[in-house]
């Protein structure tokens, strides 16, 4: 994700953001103001940001002071100008206790606001960093114009303040909320990464004008939805703005396609991802040492393979024991003069293509929007967004949060940086509801009530979707971890480090999602009459990437040869070789639809000639020879033998 959400709390927590977060992530001398201290770090000032900023005398735009900072975040949530009311009334004579009640919004608190943390994705903060000055500028108002509207569609459709006993009543906050937003240009381990700190403050007012607290567990819950819009938005902002386009890149194979700018060649974004190979170095150790840990008594701790949970909790401790220490911020022309000499150096990327990146990346878009048109069909988008929420989440139960991230996400790979209409999002949404979605909750309370916490699950059952699941068998501390859950472990070579063996995974999710959305478009398009639906259903298969259509060749040096008679393969791989060369994404479809009914056509054949030749082995006069066969295979399909106190002689 591109949004982070972290929770700041008066003490501690506040004084380290105070410390450092604004001034760049660098380390603020003592007894150094905060203007003089982001002077010298050579970062912007704080801006405020919101539509809760009138009811407390604030103006959008205007400057956060120190003092501001520490009344609304740091004394437990007092007015911003606390100091100044306080003083004014004990002028006029009234008593110190009552001052400081007026100073005060609402209930004293713990957690006084959030950390949203916004950055695009690398492609978008690398043309930012090797850009001219107007790029710079067109790329920093296009991630202001998304974190605005981001912002907005907290305050309308996530804020929400909770009251009555137990917070059992909510209401949205109708004055909106109060934000303090800090630029900061580069990342812990100096490569170029343009993100923004936005301290969003957790006190709202209600219609009654009384001051409450905002519910933040809804905030975490709509992170990820926050993130696909913040996603969709900045890279359509920029690709319109400087005639850009998006592709998909997989970034790990399995997981789901990232949408960068097409044309900034892989090679520089590897060049700022020194982070992310430590981390994924870090990373394949703790695995190892997840799936042979064991007890006092030497049984195994874990599961002898890594699920995706697992795996996530894995990452983020990789990331905490491989953070580097804060460097001193630096200027931001001192910064850019500093990566375009390290890239030319160290990317293994042309210098040329360095200097004269948006061109390349202008060509590269020419040829995407030459191919890929931009339509949006919604009935067939909530196709996939209720099969792919159905498969990712545990249980195929969900949320309309889910659906609504999900929807954003297929609007960005489908637009390809393109613009959409207002309300897109939403109207695919309620279409995946109304047509794709039962309604399985159980309103017991008055949050069950509300339609951002009814429960959903798909028109389809699930079982016909995932994949077979087997037992795995646990492996013995001192030997590899099997290949295969359901395969006995193999002897680990002595001196064999981690990462030297693959590790067992669970079947990642994001590959039987695609998978189900697939299966779905190919039920509706078989049942519908071909007509614009069909022509759509091409262009978003052809807006995927290759690497989810078909597999590379094995074999590079046998790509232009003709495959070898026999057995009519599912899918022809020399076909489609030649269909990415000579055809366009919509005629690429028909040839892939195509394939599915002849694969279709292939399992059915193989499915009567297995049923055929089990009934041959029934009749006994036909039966073949027996032959040997492993210890294994005895243990699993060795038949019953009959009991001694059972059968005929019995007479039971």
Not at 122 to 151: K, N, Q, S
Not at 464 to 474: E, F, Q
């Amino acid at each position: 994700m591109t949004v982070d959400m972290r929770v700041i709390r008066a003490g501690r927590m506040y004084r380290y953001y105070l410390r450092e977060t604004v001034v760049g992530d660098g380390r603020r001398p003592a007894r150094t103001p905060l203007r003089v201290a982001q002077e010298q770090a050579g970062v912007p000032v704080g801006r405020w940001m919101g539509r809760g900023l009138a009811v407390l005398g604030l103006a959008p735009g205007e400057e956060v002071t120190e003092a501001q900072l520490r009344n609304l975040f740091g004394e437990r949530g007092r007015h911003p100008y606390a100091d100044r009311i306080e003083a004014d009334l004990l002028a006029q004579g009234d008593s110190p206790k009552q001052a400081f009640r007026a100073g005060a919004i609402g209930r004293r608190v713990t957690v006084t606001g959030v950390d949203f943390v916004f950055r695009p994705q690398p492609t978008i903060y690398l043309l930012w960093a090797f850009g001219d000055e107007e790029t710079r500028r067109v790329i920093e108002a296009a991630h202001e114009y998304a974190i605005v509207r981001v912002l907005e569609w907290i305050e309308d459709e996530v804020a929400v303040i909770r009251y009555g006993k137990d917070g059992v009543y909510r209401v949205r906050p109708p004055g909106g909320l109060v934000a303090a937003r800090f630029r900061h240009y580069e990342a812990r381990s100096g490569m170029p990464l343009l993100h923004d700190h936005l301290l969003l403050s957790v006190k709202g007012q209600r219609l009654d004008g009384k001051w409450g607290s905002i519910h933040t567990t809804a905030l975490h819950e709509n992170t990820v939805a926050a993130s696909a819009l913040y996603n969709e938005l900045v890279a359509a902002e920029v690709c319109e703005a400087l005639g850009l386009a998006t592709e998909p890149r997989i970034v790990t194979p399995g997981h789901r396609p990232v949408m960068e700018i097409a044309g900034v060649p892989h090679e520089l974004i590897r060049w700022t991802s020194r982070r992310s190979d430590q981390i994924a170095a870090c990373l394949t150790e703790l695995e190892e040492e997840y799936v042979t840990a064991v007890d006092d008594d030497g049984e195994p701790r874990f599961l002898p393979v890594v699920s995706e949970r697992a795996r996530a909790k894995l990452n983020q401790i990789a990331a905490c024991k491989t953070r580097p220490p804060k460097q001193s911020a630096r200027p931001l022309a001192q910064l850019r003069a500093w990566w375009k000499v390290s890239a030319i150096l160290t990317s293994g990327v042309a210098a040329d293509v360095i200097t004269s990146l948006l061109k390349y990346a202008r060509a590269a878009a020419a040829a995407i929007r030459a191919r890929v048109a931009a339509v949006v069909d919604v009935a067939l988008a909530a196709v996939d967004v209720a099969a792919t929420v159905f498969v990712m989440n545990e249980g195929g139960r969900f949320h309309r949060r889910h659906l609504l991230a999900e929807a954003r996400r297929h609007l960005a790979l489908a637009l390809r940086g393109r613009r959409r209409e207002p309300g897109l999002d939403e109207t695919i949404v309620a279409a995946a509801i109304s047509t794709y979605c039962l309604d399985i909750s159980e309103p017991k309370t008055v949050r069950g009530l509300e339609a951002g916490y009814r429960l959903y699950t798909a028109r389809w059952a699930l079982s016909d979707l995932t994949a077979r699941r087997r037992t795995p068998v646990v492996p013995d501390p001192d030997r590899r971890p099997p290949a295969d859950p359901g395969e006995p472990a193999a002897p680990r070579l002595s001196g064999q480090d981690a990462g030297e063996w693959e590790i067992p995974r669970v079947p990642l999710q994001y590959e039987r999602a695609v998978l189900a959305g697939a299966v779905v478009r190919e039920k509706l398009r078989t049942t519908v009459v071909r007509g614009r639906g069909y022509d759509v259903a091409r262009h978003q298969q052809a807006a995927m990437p290759e690497q989810l259509l078909a597999p590379e060749p094995a074999d590079p040096e046998r790509d232009d040869q003709e495959p070898e008679a026999g057995v009519e393969e599912a899918i022809d791989m020399a076909a489609l070789r030649a269909l990415k060369a000579s055809r366009t994404d919509v005629e690429a479809l028909d040839f892939t639809a195509e394939q599915l009914r002849r694969a279709t056509e292939v399992f059915t054949k193989a499915g009567d000639e297995a049923a055929a030749r089990t009934k041959k082995c029934t009749d006994p006069l036909d039966a073949p020879a027996p032959h040997p066969v492993r210890e294994d295979d005895q243990r699993a399909h060795r038949p019953q033998q009959p009991d001694r106190h059972r059968g005929p002689e019995t007479g039971r």
